[in-house]
């Protein structure tokens, strides 16, 4: 059974940093692409960052630089760094998975954790 499992969330002041993490189980996840999406109230979910199984990574419009997307192989992990957090961010943050590097850029990864609450104060 594949589970992703994200955590980081909170509550930041407008400017702070966060580091969102999702461990995973049940994938051979060296061989996995994974992804970072946000949702917001009232919009799209949209892609802020993914990263193909050798590192490459595809950064949606979202946080416009702001965030960096890396993988840990021997930890299962898959991290966010966002820096310079706004309002705007303020959505939940999901983790993605897929054997297809595509299927997690364009949002249909097999696999989604269940979200991280992401909350920046002005």
């Known amino acids: 059974q594949v589970q992703l499992v994200e955590s980081g969330g909170g509550l930041v002041q407008a400017g702070g940093s966060l580091r969102l993490s999702c461990t995973a189980s049940g994938i051979i996840f060296s061989s996995t692409a994974l992804g970072w999406y946000r949702h917001a109230p009232g919009k799209q979910r949209e892609l802020v960052a993914a990263?193909?199984?050798?590192?490459?990574?595809n950064y949606g419009d979202s946080m416009n630089g702001r965030c960096t997307i890396s993988r840990a192989n021997a930890m299962n992990t898959v991290y966010l760094q966002m820096n310079s957090l706004k309002p705007e961010d303020t959505a939940v943050y999901y983790c993605?998975?897929?054997?297809?590097?595509?299927?997690?850029?364009?949002?249909?990864?097999?696999?989604w954790g269940q979200g991280t609450q992401v909350t920046v104060s002005s």
């Open positions: 993605a998975a897929d054997r297809s590097t595509p299927a997690v850029v364009f949002g249909r990864s097999q696999y």
């Open positions: 990263i193909s199984p050798g590192g490459v990574t």
